[in-house]
């Protein structure tokens, strides 16, 4: 088939429009999943009570979203059971606010009565224990389950139709077909497109991190 430069010119147009937006876009309308394993964000007062005065956090590796990475430090969580889970990361940067994100499985083997939550709203959340390789932090509130959000450029936020804080539905094509609901939308010209679902929700769906999901408009 040959390709006339009417042709050319709308393919460029869409190559420079892709660049523009950087990583926020996808042709299809598909939306990558990032699949989150329990991890916790730490104050700089509670990192130096944990691991010593003048502690810094580790750099291990970037996420998908700009600006926040993975962190070499491993600390432990306990609940009531007294039955700790090791080995959880820490992620950076340093927050106002401490907090812990497990799934529902794990809050059965630390005893403990999480809410499902948007990341940040700790009010009358659990409490849980942290412990450190210096120290021992006691959160009065600050264990939550992320509820299941999308994270959206501005520019994919328009693209979809949608504005922060809106509730979604999701399709899922995973290994078990299924249908998210209640889903929250998180837009700012910070993030990069991608759904966060903990290792429950993508366990469940068959799915896991690169996998590809529908927001249905109903």
Known sequence: MEINSADIAALVKKVLNQMENGAHSTDDGDIPVGVSNRHIHLTKEHLEILFGAGYELTHLKDLSQPGQYACKELLTIVGPSLRPIENVR???PLRSS??????MTDSYQ???KPPVRESGSLAGSAP???LGPKGVVTLKEGCIIANRHIHMHTSDAARFGVSDGDYVTVDVNGKKRTRWYDVQIRVSDKFALEMHVDTDDANAAGI???SKVKLIKE
């Open 90 to 92: 820490v992620l950076g």
């Open 98 to 103: 401490s907090q812990v994100e497990i799934s």
């Open 110 to 112: 630390l005893k403990v």
């Open 128 to 130: 849980i224990t942290i």
């Open 208 to 210: 896991g991190n690169g």
